[in-house]
């Protein structure tokens, strides 16, 4: 009997090398794949009903606990948002260091999830332990740059993880220009171990494989949308981010503790490849050129190749943290007043992971009413599943042992954040007889 066919069942611990717990179940019927399903297991956290009755000062250093990765992200989204239920935009020096602290995000997280989680795949490695043995130098570079990311978050935000100094309208403190210029000399080495990443992935191995769910992204004029932008997608959609419910869905499946997002009913995926192929043209020079060297075109669509956008996302992230740098002037006051009043407002922003959005209904007092967040891991949960059956369906001639290490390739093309959903990976692949 051809393995592909035969009656299996096949099981693998917790996956190592994403943020998380979960388990795959696959089912199997007559040599064809009937079900994927990602189980996303870990309880529920129960972060929008925390935010209930809280002012809305607080939600900036509340949602900075959904992740240790990736708090600014939360943090900037959250205040955006606050800030648009109160009828108040922050622009010009306290934007720019705002961007100057998501950068230093994108930095390390990129950073950790390239070389540390994503790297051993392509390499034939279990871990970045046998990276370092047999590949010194790759860990090496891949620890200075998120050694320069972490330093850019420590001076702008107070510390690394879950950064005290960002608050609603601006920052509690604004870095003198000493601190600031002190980090120039570490950037400038980040961006050309950045610009080493893009060669370096360029030229790994990747399998053929092609996301056929819809991209979405923010995009935003003259710009890499990190921040903030209108959310476009490849099917035509483009509205502000206050319109994303209307379009955006929600709903619970047996399966996961965390809710699987749908637009008008059809699986999307946000993130780096989303990022890429709805706004390459945004790039800075230096990337669009390193991205032309890797070969990859206007658009991509293979996440065994998300590991390349990673990289040229680190070096845009580099580059426009210099320029930040090299301009800085530190904002007198380091914040703009925000007084309350009853409203609801939303916002989005990019993170490393993929589009993230909050939004707050406010009483006149400025307490919470009403609070949704939506992460980019639950977002893309179904295009993973997607992914993850078209995988198997290749490797039903695979061992066991082999189409399993495939799957979890698969999952961790996506850099997903469990935790930030509701954690993976148990594998099972029920091989039962056809129905």
Request: aromatic share 6%.
């Amino acid at each position: 009997m051809r393995m592909g066919t035969e009656n299996r069942t096949i099981r693998v611990g917790d996956i190592a090398r994403v943020e998380g717990e979960g388990a795959l179940r696959v089912r199997v019927r007559g040599g064809r794949v009937e079900r994927v399903e990602l189980d996303v297991f870990e309880p529920p956290r129960y972060f929008e009903a925390l935010l209930r009755g809280r002012t809305y000062l607080e939600p900036v250093d509340i949602t900075a606990r959904i992740c240790g990765i990736c708090p600014v992200a939360y943090q900037l989204t959250a205040a955006q948002a606050i800030e648009a239920a109160c009828g108040v935009v922050v622009d010009g020096p306290i934007r720019d260091l705002r961007r100057l602290l998501y950068c230093g995000e994108w930095i390390q997280s990129h950073a950790l999830h390239v070389y540390l989680l994503h790297a051993p795949d392509f390499l034939g490695c279990d871990s970045v332990v046998e990276v370092a043995r047999d590949h010194p130098e790759v860990v090496r570079r891949g620890l200075r740059l998120k050694k320069a990311g972490n330093r850019l978050m420590e001076v702008v935000g107070g510390r690394a993880v879950h950064p005290v100094n960002p608050r609603v309208g601006g920052f509690h403190r604004a870095p003198d220009r000493r601190s600031l210029a002190d980090l120039i000399d570490p950037l400038e080495e980040a961006r050309e171990d950045a610009l080493a990443t893009v060669r370096w992935a360029a030229g790994l191995d990747f399998p053929d494989l092609e996301v056929d769910a819809e991209l979405v992204a923010l995009r935003a004029p003259g710009e890499y949308a990190i921040d903030r932008g209108r959310v476009v997608s490849s099917g035509g959609l483009d509205l502000p981010p206050d319109r994303f419910g209307e379009h955006f869905t929600e709903s619970q499946v047996p399966h996961s503790t965390a809710l699987v997002s749908t637009l008008g009913g059809r699986t999307y995926l946000v993130g780096p490849l989303a990022r890429y192929s709805l706004g390459s043209d945004r790039l800075l020079p230096e990337a669009r050129a390193a991205a032309r060297e890797a070969g990859l075109g206007p658009t991509c669509r293979n996440p065994f190749r998300s590991i390349v956008v990673r990289s040229l996302e680190l070096l845009q992230a580099c580059s426009e943290a210099l320029t930040i740098l090299r301009g800085y002037r530190p904002p007198e006051p380091s914040f703009v007043e925000v007084r309350p009043r009853a409203g609801e407002g939303s916002a989005c922003t990019e993170a490393p992971r993929g589009l993230l959005y909050h939004r707050y209904r406010l009483d006149e007092e400025g307490r919470i009413v009403t609070a949704t967040i939506v992460p980019p891991t639950s977002q893309n949960q179904l295009a993973i599943e997607a992914d993850l059956r078209r995988l198997v369906e290749r490797g039903l001639d695979l061992p066991d042992a082999d189409l399993a290490h495939l799957c979890e390739r698969g999952v961790r093309n996506h850099d997903p954040c469990i935790s930030c959903a509701a954690h993976f990976l148990r594998l099972d692949v029920d091989r039962g007889p056809a129905s």
